[in-house]
């Protein structure tokens, strides 16, 4: 297996990934996330689920499509 860095380095990053997956289920606990049902969506119900029909003068640095 290939180093991937100190073991603080990639829990933090393991642990920042279960806060944001249990932030878009609304979990507050594991029992709670265990309890989250996945629901898988088409690329077009994605793009409709964006802001549409709305003139940006800018795009925000962080959003893309």
């Known amino acids: 297996m290939p180093f ?3 073991l603080s380095e990639i ?3 393991l642990t920042g990934g279960m806060r944001a997956g249990m932030g878009y289920c ?7 996330l265990q309890k989250a049902k996945f629901i898988r969506i088409t690329n077009p ?3 409709e689920s964006h802001t549409h029909d709305v003139t940006i003068t ?3 640095p962080n959003y893309s499509r």
């Open 45 to 47: 119900g994605m793009m």
């Open 11 to 13: 829990f933090f990053q």
């Open 58 to 60: 800018r795009e925000a």
């Open 4 to 6: 991937k860095g100190n």
């Open 26 to 32: 609304g979990a507050k606990n594991i029992e709670e």
